[in-house]
């Protein structure tokens, strides 16, 4: 097997569609993106120079609806990455049943060496060159690592000078004044925290009596952390890039993160102020956190961290992927053999994704949605699809996740086969 993102995806996809008995046309279609473009986005520096980046649009599959998903401004971004990604925004959106397709783009920058105005330049020059292949009805993108609602307000404003008319439904994750939705903010942590509690159904157990650790305390990682708080799980341990803290009676995401900014950083928060006086706690790594002797582990940050080296040493027993793919292909073997059930990122962060859905039907009709509506839409979605791809497992005698993959491939198959 080769090691690029997009050829494991690629080996996923063949492995479902084996099970499935897909017939080879079909194989064909989906193993690849249906249309990859790569731009070049000339922009003049503040100091006079002229630099050209290079941007991606890859176009997975439109079988449902409209291709979606985020741009990435990052300088990983590569094809193999947004083919990838736009392959798992399919499956994705299929999973949740939204009418939506699967894409992905990206430009290779580092945003962070980028003054605000050639940041602004950048994110409309990429729009000039990407403009004929999107649109509300055709490819509606969205922010994803290191872009956000102001970049996403530069790009809508753009296409929108373009089109020659205001067109809020070709972008979602816009600020609120642009046609933004409310919740969004909150969506993908609050859509991990619905799963939270279909799991709890199962295990048969209260809130209190469940112990979480989670990686990554970001916008996924605190909001899951301060919602799954709020409904009296205990969270027990909690890191980010440069380490983090275990607090065994669970601690307060509010005040870890009230320490965080006064800190910088939550490694060694345990003993700053109140959330020091909530127990015994001390400072610890990311490996250690992913470690730790709980019975819920939710990997929050980034991509790989469980992997062959370290999966036979995971102690939880549930594994909800808010990171889009913290488990390596090989490291699921090993939890899969040592009955650890692991919620794929295609269903534990999809809250996200259906917020941006919500954003875009509001766009369409000219309306707004509340935050009360949107959460209780994405509840609506994710409880149903948890319950449809438990049930499949149990019937197909297969593990959650791969039941994910077969629910998700086999609705776009069925869209395909009754366009043909
Ligand atoms: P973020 O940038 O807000 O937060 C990332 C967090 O991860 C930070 O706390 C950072 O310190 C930590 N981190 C970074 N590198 C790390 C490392 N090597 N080890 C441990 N921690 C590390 O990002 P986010 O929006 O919270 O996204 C987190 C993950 O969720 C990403 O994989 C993203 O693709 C995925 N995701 C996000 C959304 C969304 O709506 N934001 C939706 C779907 C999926």
Redesign the pocket.
């Known amino acids: 097997m080769s090691n690029s993102f997009f050829s494991e995806c690629e080996d996923q996809f063949l492995e479902i569609a084996k099970i499935l008995n897909l017939e080879q046309d079909i194989i064909n279609r989906l193993r690849k993106p249906d249309r990859v473009i790569k731009v070049e986005i000339p922009i003049t520096m503040d100091d006079g120079s002229q630099k050209t980046f290079i941007g991606f649009r890859s176009q997975h599959n439109n079988s449902r609806g409209p291709y979606k998903g985020g741009i990435r401004f990052h300088k990983n971004v590569s094809e193999d990455e947004v083919k990838a990604l736009s392959m798992l925004m399919s499956w994705k959106c299929s999973l949740v049943n939204i009418p939506l397709g699967g894409g992905k783009g990206g430009i290779i920058v580092d945003p962070f060496q980028l003054s605000e105005t050639e940041l602004e330049k950048l994110s409309r020059g990429y729009v000039q060159q990407i403009y004929q292949y999107i649109g509300s009805d055709i490819d509606i993108p969205a922010p994803?690592?290191h872009t956000n609602s102001k970049i996403m307000g530069w790009m809508v404003d753009e296409y929108s000078k373009i089109a020659g008319k205001n067109s809020p439904a070709a972008f979602t994750g816009k600020p609120k004044e642009l046609g933004g939705l409310e919740g969004r903010e909150e969506?993908?942590g609050y859509g991990g925290v619905v799963i939270l509690d279909k799991l709890k159904e199962k295990i048969n157990l209260n809130p209190s009596d469940i112990k979480i650790a989670i990686?990554?305390?970001?916008?996924?990682?605190y909001n899951f952390a301060n919602l799954a708080y709020q409904k009296g799980y205990k969270i027990t341990g909690v890191?980010?890039?440069n380490g983090g803290i275990e607090v065994r009676d669970g601690l307060n995401p509010v005040e870890t993160l009230n320490c965080k900014k006064e800190k910088g950083t939550i490694a060694g928060c345990y003993c700053v102020g109140s959330v020091c006086d909530l127990s015994k706690g001390r400072t610890i790594s990311?490996e250690d956190l992913l470690e730790m002797d709980v019975d819920v582990l939710i990997p929050?940050?980034?991509?790989d961290?469980i992997t062959k080296e370290n999966a036979s040493r995971i102690k939880a027993g549930y594994v909800i992927e808010?990171?889009?793919g913290p488990v390596t292909p090989e490291a699921e073997e090993i939890l899969e053999e040592r009955g650890v059930i692991i919620i794929p990122?295609i269903l534990a962060?999809a809250g996200?994704v259906v917020g941006s859905y919500f954003e875009w039907l509001q766009n369409k009709d000219d309306c707004c949605w509340n935050k009360e509506r949107t959460f209780s839409g994405i509840s609506e979605k994710l409880e149903k699809e948890f319950d449809e791809v438990w049930n499949l497992s149990k019937e197909k005698n297969i593990c959650f996740k791969k039941a994910a993959y077969f629910l998700a491939v086999s609705r776009i198959v069925e869209a395909i086969k009754k366009k043909d």
Request: charged share 15%; aromatic share 4%; no cysteine.
């Open positions: 994803d690592v969506a993908t990686q990554g305390f970001g916008n996924v990682g890191s980010e890039a990311n929050a940050a980034i991509e961290v808010m990171a889009n990122d962060n996200g």
